[in-house]
């Protein structure tokens, strides 16, 4: 299983100092600046694929409002794979914990402060909220992941995760 933890910190770095305003218009500038190739921009749902050395390089765009191809929409979260995702290896648990490791690792270096969220039901993942993004890493049974995404985004599911547990 491949891993490309220092390409992902990259893009974790360069997400960190965006000047986002989580629109579609900040990919074309944002997939610029980390070296990741965007298409579709004009789409429903507009697809990147990153520079990352793994079998998955795609990167998934998670629109607001996938009726409309507006430039102005909003995006709710950029997910990519630091790693390959394998499918068929029963015993993959100890090599994704160590490229999960050392990628949150690497994340705590560049960013220069520890996470401030972190679970380990039904995944594993730590978290880190910005004033301007939260940046998410999780483990899954399959491949390591990074989510990075607009605080608002944030706050409407921690408001779903409250209600439910209210209820």
């Not at 980390?34 to 390089?57: F, Y």
């Amino acid at each position: 299983m491949r891993a490309d933890i220092e390409r992902a910190a990259q893009a974790v770095r360069a997400a960190a100092e965006f000047d986002w305003t989580w629109t579609v218009n900040d990919l074309h500038p944002f997939c610029d600046q980390v070296g990741w190739q965007l298409s579709g921009l004009d789409e429903q749902v507009p697809a990147a694929t990153t520079n990352l050395e793994v079998n998955r390089p795609d990167a998934l765009v998670y629109v607001a409002d996938v009726s409309s191809t507006e430039r102005s929409r909003p995006i709710d979260q950029i997910a990519f794979r630091a790693s390959d995702v394998v499918l068929d290896q029963a015993d993959l648990g100890p090599e994704l914990d160590e490229v999960f490791d050392s990628l949150v690792q690497r994340m705590f270096e560049l960013l220069g402060r520890r996470p401030t969220g972190w679970w380990i039901e039904p995944t594993r993942g730590l978290s880190w909220d910005l004033p301007a993004l939260v940046i998410k890493a999780k483990i899954s049974d399959a491949s390591v992941f990074v989510y990075l995404g607009s605080p608002a985004f944030q706050r409407w599911n921690e408001e779903i995760e409250q209600n439910a547990d209210d209820e």
